[in-house]
């Protein structure tokens, strides 16, 4: 299966019956793509959902990710096995490393990274995962994986939205053919209130959320929204019957950095 040209994110959507009707609303309204992490602590529910949504199996496309205090070659394969189990599933569309190894907090990080790839790369051999990619890598990351890998990762999916746009990684990436998808598409709200944004909501008759999620569509970006009302689930993936223009899509290229959330993968420390 093609990768879909945007998806649903679950980090934060309760584990609960809510949960479960905010998955099921999504793929409703057409979401195929649904990215999940063992780290969301919500993937029995996302299985839940996945399987009362009444979609064949082969027509969704699963993301799972392994958490840096799984990493390794066994533990990795043991993360895995867990995720799969939750899910309810026999295969994942996708495994991503969620965060790297750094250099700031691990000697030996290349070896880390190079080591859970190569569980990754034995799981795509399996056909236990149809593809595999990393999360919040930086091209100085990338660059060792790359030089020690077989199969070179096929996603890198990292912070980005109009008000952080990561020029230099999604350019290091595309020169690759490594595909970019964006957390926090959205910038978790932090880009509501941009005048810029605000005009071309008024001026394209879309709400800001739309034009963020359209900005992504048209930069080749995959954006991984994520909501739990109906309305703003339905309005997210409502972006393919209009287009920005080039001089538009100039502007926000043009924008100062505001939407950020200040997580920098050599900074952050999750084990
Ligand atoms: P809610 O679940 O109440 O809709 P991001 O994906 O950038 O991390 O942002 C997610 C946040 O943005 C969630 O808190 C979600 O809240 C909110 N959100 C999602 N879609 C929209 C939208 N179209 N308009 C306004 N807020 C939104």
């Known amino acids: 299966m093609l990768i879909p040209a945007i998806g649903f994110g679950t980090y934060r959507t309760p584990d609960s019956s809510e949960g479960v009707a905010a998955i099921c609303e999504a793929i409703k309204s057409g979401?195929?793509?649904?990215?999940?992490?063992?780290?969301?602590?919500?993937?029995?529910?996302?299985?839940?959902a996945l399987a009362e949504s009444g979609v064949a199996r082969q027509a969704l496309f699963v993301t799972s990710k392994v958490w840096p205090t799984d990493m390794g070659y066994d533990a990795t394969m043991r993360a895995f096995e867990r995720s799969l189990t939750d899910l309810g599933l026999d295969y994942l569309d996708m495994y991503l490393i969620h965060w790297p190894a750094s250099p700031t907090h691990h000697n030996d990080w290349k070896?880390?990274?190079?080591?859970t790839w190569k569980a990754l790369e034995n799981l795509l051999d399996l056909n236990c995962v149809r593809s595999i990619g990393v999360s919040n890598f930086k091209p100085s990351h990338l660059e060792p994986l790359l030089a020690s890998a077989n199969i070179p990762p096929m996603v890198n999916q990292i912070e980005c939205n109009p008000g952080m746009r990561q020029q230099a990684t999604r350019e290091w990436c595309a020169e690759r053919d490594i595909v970019v998808e964006a957390w926090s598409p959205l910038g978790r709200g932090r880009i509501f209130e941009n005048p810029l944004?605000?005009?071309?909501?008024?001026?394209?008759?879309?709400?800001?959320?739309?034009?963020?999620?359209?900005?992504?569509?048209q930069s080749d970006i995959i954006p991984i929204p994520k909501s739990v009302n109906p309305?703003?689930?339905?309005q997210n993936i409502n972006i393919f019957d209009f287009h920005i223009s080039d001089e538009d899509m100039e502007a926000i290229n043009s924008l100062p950095i505001f939407g950020e959330s200040g997580l920098d993968p050599d900074a952050v420390d999750f084990g």
Request: proline share 0%; glycine share 6%.
């Open 197 to 217: 944004l605000l005009s071309l909501a008024r001026k394209y008759g879309k709400t800001v959320a739309q034009i963020a999620l359209r900005w992504e569509v």
């Open 31 to 48: 979401y195929r793509l649904i990215d999940g992490a063992a780290k969301y602590e919500n993937e029995k529910m996302v299985g839940t």
């Open 111 to 115: 070896e880390i990274n190079a080591s």
């Open 231 to 234: 309305d703003r689930i339905r």
